[in-house]
């Protein structure tokens, strides 16, 4: 029997997925499963740890199911996941002592503003060391703070944590650990590089700021190459013994599984939000409002880092549109009625709904329409919702113009990039050619094309050559658009601020 399959398990914020891919990288089979998301009060979200396990091996045996092959034609697995989502647990049970804290909780805010302004043992202040040592700008979005929170409100969890008896893993970690046959304690550093608590120049735990956020480093995985034996999967768990090669965060594993492997490529994911990221070698750059992350670090090679920018609200902007305001009936119609106008007649809209992410960081902004007039419909509404999608890019890659770093080409995936006129306009306002990745499912085959490599059944030339897709090259010059769309912005802001 060929045993040439790879899995790839994909665990997302709303969904956990699987997907069996072919060794030329043909989706063959594919397992999805909703789970609950916990929402206890006001800004705060939970997940499950046993419950997106649970969920997880079923995709597994789905997607296997649906792909009709056998268990056992499975040759490796690469998993991917969403990142900083933090889960804590014992280490003599295996069982988490609380729910998941999950990356869009809000509820360590507070913890951030203290933190920041404390000083560390290097006598800098901590708001800065995070900045320099892990890249990220210190905000609540990130691990850290969750960890501790974890400990300081859970019913003896701190003298647990003392007594070398709780472990802290992102979702990689979590499952690798029950996963695995060997239940290892690792992560890797895409993963780790979340989290507020890791060096990314010297990839390792740093201990300055595990002191300061208060959490023992015995409660921290092993970091392991991304490209490691993170173990085998359990048989009598998922029905199949095979090794988990291949472990990326899922921003990272988009990045890889559109190919950019040389600095200076760059990848955005459209889906809920959208995440911008580049490939920027094994040297790092510090940008003004946008996050140093690494990208992978593989065996025998130095650790590859990526500048990633985020906004909040990408695809959810056209999901409110629907839902909230209830003047389309599908995503798919945004389309239609933003092609329908001429131009957008100087109406706005910014979607600060949740404050606004690279490169502003504004929590406290929300959002708002501009440039209304009597002759305004559902169009105007459509057409700014999709400009914003695409602006936000703008202001994200304007930042990192002014620090050097300079897109040629953008490489585009997600839900929303289905969407032709967006694709088009976002290839006007950033002036550069934005190629959609058409054929395949960027983050699940990002490490499902990582394990293949890794094992030998995917051959990188193939990989690169997979890249089939459709160019939206720009056509025109929205140059005076983007200064409105910057001035609407400033506004906004202002108006927060008030
Ligand atoms: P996620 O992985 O974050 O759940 P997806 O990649 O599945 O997201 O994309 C879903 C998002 O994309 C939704 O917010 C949806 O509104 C948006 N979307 C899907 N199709 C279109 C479309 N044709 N035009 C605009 N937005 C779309």
Redesign the pocket.
């Known amino acids: 029997m060929p045993v040439s399959y790879v899995l790839s398990i994909d665990q997302?914020?709303?969904?956990c997925r699987a997907i069996v891919f072919s060794a030329s990288g043909e989706v063959v089979g594919i397992g999805q499963k909703e789970f609950t998301q916990h929402f206890p009060h006001s800004g705060w979200v939970e997940h499950d740890a046993n419950e997106i396990l649970h969920k997880q091996i079923d995709c597994i045996k789905e997607a296997i199911k649906n792909a009709g092959i056998e268990a056992k034609e499975i040759a490796c697995v690469g998993l991917t996941n969403q990142r900083e989502t933090t889960v804590v647990w014992d280490k003599s049970t295996g069982e988490p002592i609380s729910r998941a804290i999950v990356w869009q909780c809000r509820r360590t805010a507070e913890i951030v503003e203290e933190l920041v302004a404390i000083t560390g043992k290097s006598g800098k202040n901590i708001g800065e060391s995070i900045r320099e040592k892990t890249g990220l700008i210190p905000d609540a979005y990130f691990s850290g703070t969750k960890i501790r929170w974890i400990l300081d409100n859970i019913s003896g969890a701190r003298k647990l944590a003392q007594q070398n008896k709780l472990a802290f893993g992102t979702i990689d970690s979590w499952l690798i650990y029950k996963f695995t046959e060997e239940a290892r304690h690792v992560s890797e550093a895409s993963n780790a590089s979340r989290t507020m608590l890791f060096d990314i120049n010297k990839l390792h735990w740093d201990d300055e700021l595990l002191v300061a956020m208060n959490v023992p480093k015995s409660m921290m995985p092993e970091i392991v190459d991304s490209d490691s034996c993170f173990g085998h999967t359990r048989e009598d768990l998922v029905g199949f013994r095979a090794p988990l090669i291949a472990v990326l965060g899922d921003q990272q594993a988009a990045l890889f599984g559109q190919a950019c492997f040389e600095p200076g490529m760059f990848k955005c994911?459209?889906?809920?939000?959208s995440f911008l990221l580049g490939n920027i070698g094994s040297k790092k750059t510090i940008v003004n409002g946008i996050l140093t992350t690494v990208a992978w670090k593989l065996k025998n090679l130095p650790a590859v880092y990526a500048l990633e920018g985020a906004s909040f609200m990408?695809?959810?902007?056209?999901?409110w549109l629907?839902d909230e305001l209830g003047i389309i009936k599908?995503?798919?119609e945004?389309?239609q009625l933003a092609q329908s106008l001429e131009d957008n007649d100087g109406v706005y809209l910014i979607p600060a709904h949740v404050g606004l992410g690279s490169p502003w960081w504004n929590p406290h902004v929300r959002g708002a329409i501009l440039g209304l007039s009597r002759e305004c419909d559902k169009r105007h509404l459509a057409r700014s919702g999709?400009e914003a999608?695409a602006y936000q890019i703008k202001d994200i890659a304007y930042e990192m113009e002014l620090a050097g770093v300079k897109m040629s080409e953008l490489r585009a995936?997600?839900?929303?990039?289905?969407?032709n006129w967006?694709m088009q306009f976002q290839a006007d306002v950033l002036d550069i050619p934005v190629r959609r990745n058409d054929q395949i499912e960027a983050?699940a085959w990002g490490v499902a094309a990582l394990a293949g490599l890794t094992s030998g059944i995917i051959k990188k030339d193939e990989l690169i050559k997979k890249q089939l897709d459709k160019t939206f090259l720009p056509e025109k010059d929205r140059k005076a658009e983007y200064k409105n769309w910057s001035r609407a912005v400033r506004s906004t802001i202002t108006f927060a601020n008030h």
């Open positions: 997302g914020t709303t969904s994911t459209y889906g809920t939000g990408g695809g959810a902007t056209i999901q629907r599908t995503s798919e945004s389309e999709l999608i995936d997600g839900g929303a990039a289905r969407n967006l983050t």
